[in-house]
Nanobody, 115 residues
Framework: QVQLVESGGGLVQAGGSLRLSCAASGRVFSNNAMGWYRQAPGKQRELVTTITSGGSTSYADSVKGRFAISRDNAKNTLYLQMNSLKPEDTAVYYC?????????WGQGTQVTVSS
């Protein structure tokens, strides 16, 4: 079973930047698409961005041009670079790996953007 551990969250002022990391165990990392989701208080979990095993990416309109997803298969690590952060980006951020048997989730990392 894949295990995912996120890190890098924290408190930042609007306009600032954060870089999230997601360390994954298992061989599945390099062979599968992965993504970042987020869930704000009182809201449903939403998809933020995905990256395929080949490196193709997609982004929610709300983060296009500000966030960048990347992966280092040698390190089994997924990243999310977040720039020009806004208060509405405040949420718990989760990484996910999409496998044939289902989606695996990390425990989440809190990102809080103050105005």
């Amino acid at each position: 079973q894949v295990q995912l551990v996120e890190s890098g969250g924290g408190l930042v002022q609007a306009g600032g930047s954060l870089r999230l990391s997601c360390a994954a165990s298992g061989r599945v990392f390099s062979n599968n698409a992965m993504g970042w989701y987020r869930q704000a208080p009182g809201k449903q979990r939403e998809l933020v961005t995905t990256i395929t095993s080949g490196g193709s990416t997609s982004y929610a309109d709300s983060v296009k041009g500000r966030f960048a997803i990347s992966r280092d298969n040698a390190k089994n690590t997924l990243y999310l670079q977040m720039n020009s952060l806004k208060p509405e980006d405040t949420a718990v951020y989760y990484c996910a790996v999409f496998a044939v048997g289902g989606t695996s989730w990390g425990q989440g990392t809190q990102v809080t953007v103050s105005s």
